[in-house]
Nanobody
Framework: QVQLVESGGGLVQAGDSLRLSCAAS????????MGWFRQVPGKEREFVAS????????YYVDSVKGRFTISKDNAKNTVYLQMNSLKPEDTALYYC??????????WGQGTQVTVSS
Protein backbone atom coordinates (compact mmCIF):
# COMPACT_ATOMS: atom_id res chain seq x y z
CA GLN A 1 0.00 0.00 0.00
CA VAL A 2 1.02 3.57 -0.71
CA GLN A 3 -0.61 6.54 0.98
CA LEU A 4 -0.69 9.94 -0.72
CA VAL A 5 -1.40 13.31 0.87
CA GLU A 6 -1.78 16.44 -1.23
CA SER A 7 -1.37 20.03 -0.08
CA GLY A 8 -0.96 23.50 -1.50
CA GLY A 9 -4.32 24.22 -3.08
CA GLY A 10 -6.14 27.47 -2.59
CA LEU A 11 -7.94 30.44 -4.10
CA VAL A 12 -5.89 32.65 -6.41
CA GLN A 13 -6.45 35.16 -9.17
CA ALA A 14 -5.85 34.56 -12.84
CA GLY A 15 -2.15 34.89 -13.63
CA ASP A 16 -1.03 33.85 -10.16
CA SER A 17 1.00 30.79 -9.24
CA LEU A 18 0.54 27.86 -6.88
CA ARG A 19 2.67 24.88 -5.98
CA LEU A 20 1.00 21.62 -5.08
CA SER A 21 2.80 18.95 -3.09
CA CYS A 22 2.07 15.27 -2.71
CA ALA A 23 3.83 13.25 -0.05
CA ALA A 24 3.92 9.47 -0.40
CA SER A 25 4.34 6.97 2.42
CA UNK A 26 4.16 3.23 2.80
CA UNK A 27 5.63 0.92 0.16
CA UNK A 28 7.15 3.75 -1.84
CA UNK A 29 9.98 1.59 -3.19
CA UNK A 30 7.46 0.05 -5.58
CA UNK A 31 6.43 3.34 -7.18
CA UNK A 32 7.10 3.54 -10.91
CA UNK A 33 5.61 6.94 -11.62
CA MET A 34 3.64 9.71 -9.97
CA GLY A 35 1.19 12.09 -11.51
CA TRP A 36 -1.43 14.77 -11.11
CA PHE A 37 -5.01 14.65 -12.30
CA ARG A 38 -7.85 17.13 -11.96
CA GLN A 39 -11.60 16.96 -11.96
CA VAL A 40 -14.45 19.43 -12.06
CA PRO A 41 -18.01 18.49 -11.12
CA GLY A 42 -19.84 16.75 -13.92
CA LYS A 43 -16.70 15.97 -15.90
CA GLU A 44 -14.33 13.05 -16.05
CA ARG A 45 -11.04 13.14 -14.24
CA GLU A 46 -8.36 14.58 -16.51
CA PHE A 47 -4.67 13.72 -16.67
CA VAL A 48 -2.47 16.77 -16.04
CA ALA A 49 1.14 15.64 -15.68
CA SER A 50 3.30 12.69 -14.69
CA UNK A 51 6.90 11.90 -13.90
CA UNK A 52 8.80 8.64 -13.92
CA UNK A 53 10.11 8.02 -10.44
CA UNK A 54 13.56 6.79 -11.54
CA UNK A 55 14.45 8.49 -14.81
CA UNK A 56 12.36 11.67 -14.39
CA UNK A 57 10.67 11.52 -17.78
CA UNK A 58 7.74 13.92 -17.73
CA TYR A 59 4.45 14.16 -19.61
CA TYR A 60 1.87 16.94 -19.72
CA VAL A 61 -1.57 17.51 -21.12
CA ASP A 62 -1.37 20.08 -23.90
CA SER A 63 -3.42 22.67 -22.03
CA VAL A 64 -0.78 23.09 -19.29
CA LYS A 65 2.43 22.78 -21.30
CA GLY A 66 4.66 25.78 -20.70
CA ARG A 67 2.72 26.78 -17.57
CA PHE A 68 2.93 23.77 -15.23
CA THR A 69 6.03 21.88 -14.16
CA ILE A 70 6.08 18.55 -12.38
CA SER A 71 9.11 17.66 -10.27
CA LYS A 72 10.05 15.28 -7.51
CA ASP A 73 12.22 14.84 -4.47
CA ASN A 74 13.04 11.16 -4.17
CA ALA A 75 14.54 11.56 -0.72
CA LYS A 76 11.27 13.02 0.56
CA ASN A 77 9.03 10.76 -1.55
CA THR A 78 7.30 13.92 -2.69
CA VAL A 79 6.11 15.14 -6.06
CA TYR A 80 5.34 18.76 -6.84
CA LEU A 81 3.26 20.58 -9.41
CA GLN A 82 4.34 24.16 -9.98
CA MET A 83 1.46 25.97 -11.64
CA ASN A 84 2.16 29.36 -13.21
CA SER A 85 -0.03 31.73 -15.20
CA LEU A 86 -3.13 30.11 -13.79
CA LYS A 87 -6.39 30.48 -15.67
CA PRO A 88 -9.99 30.16 -14.48
CA GLU A 89 -10.26 26.95 -16.51
CA ASP A 90 -7.58 25.42 -14.27
CA THR A 91 -10.10 25.46 -11.42
CA ALA A 92 -10.57 21.88 -10.25
CA LEU A 93 -9.96 19.36 -7.54
CA TYR A 94 -6.39 18.18 -8.08
CA TYR A 95 -5.48 14.62 -7.25
CA CYS A 96 -2.10 13.01 -6.85
CA UNK A 97 -1.68 9.40 -7.96
CA UNK A 98 1.02 6.80 -8.17
CA UNK A 99 1.38 3.69 -10.26
CA UNK A 100 3.40 0.54 -9.77
CA UNK A 101 3.86 0.17 -13.52
CA UNK A 102 1.42 0.81 -16.34
CA UNK A 103 -1.53 1.80 -14.19
CA UNK A 104 -2.58 4.28 -11.55
CA UNK A 105 -2.99 2.30 -8.38
CA UNK A 106 -3.18 4.72 -5.46
CA TRP A 107 -4.85 8.10 -5.14
CA GLY A 108 -4.83 10.96 -2.70
CA GLN A 109 -7.90 12.75 -1.40
CA GLY A 110 -7.43 15.83 -3.56
CA THR A 111 -6.72 19.49 -3.02
CA GLN A 112 -8.94 22.26 -4.39
CA VAL A 113 -7.56 24.89 -6.73
CA THR A 114 -9.80 27.82 -7.54
CA VAL A 115 -8.73 30.52 -9.98
CA SER A 116 -10.84 33.66 -10.12
CA SER A 117 -10.97 35.89 -13.17
Amino acid sequence: QVQLVESGGGLVQAGDSLRLSCAASGRTSRMYRMGWFRQVPGKEREFVASINWRVSTTYYVDSVKGRFTISKDNAKNTVYLQMNSLKPEDTALYYCATGLYDSWDYWGQGTQVTVSS
